[in-house]
């Protein structure tokens, strides 16, 4: 069968971590007699599909699925995390090439971090390591009243920022 390896590429102000990522949403495209073709060849393995940590750490998914035992047939794999995030959209299970995830971030609250794989091209076995790098940029601002002898304090009356809502992410 097919298994799974996650680690997080962490930057200083992510969210989630290899240790904290505990689900992902994983396309698999499976090529007989050849590599990834984006002209034709569709997530027709996988499509979305669950792959969660179970109680041990390892990692799990239903729909389990198996190398072909033909070398020149490959497996291409691609994700994102974590799985059904809200505000994601992915290009339809019958559309040729490469996924592009679509991202709405929400209008108010806390957005969610959002990771995704570099993608993992013709593999025909072994432990499918998915590297997960973060899509979203999160940016925290800290204002602080220092008073000074010499400087009147700042008031802020308000503070706005303005960012795109909605991007997509082609590989």
Excluded: C
Aim: aromatic share 12%; net charge negative; no cysteine.
């Amino acid at each position: 069968p097919m298994t799974f390896s996650t680690p997080v590429e962490t930057p200083t102000r992510a969210d989630i971590t290899t240790a904290t990522l505990t689900d992902m949403g994983v396309l698999a495209y499976f090529t007989q007699g050849g590599g990834f073709d984006p002209s034709t060849s569709t997530p027709n393995y996988l499509y979305n599909e669950k792959v969660y940590k179970d109680g041990s750490g390892a990692w799990r998914y239903d729909n389990t699925r198996y190398w072909p035992v033909n070398p020149d047939d490959k497996g291409s794999f691609v994700a994102y995390a974590p799985y059904n995030t809200p505000g994601v959209a992915l290009t339809p299970v019958n559309q040729a090439g490469y996924p592009q995830i679509t991202y709405t971030a929400p209008t108010t609250g806390d957005g969610a971090d959002l990771l995704a794989s570099v993608p993992l091209m013709n593999e025909n076995g072994g432990v499918i390591g998915l590297t997960m790098r973060h899509a979203l940029t999160k940016v925290t601002i800290v204002l602080k009243n220092v008073e000074d002898a010499e400087m009147l304090p700042l008031i802020f009356y308000s503070l706005t920022i303005h960012s795109k809502g909605t991007g997509m992410l082609t590989f």
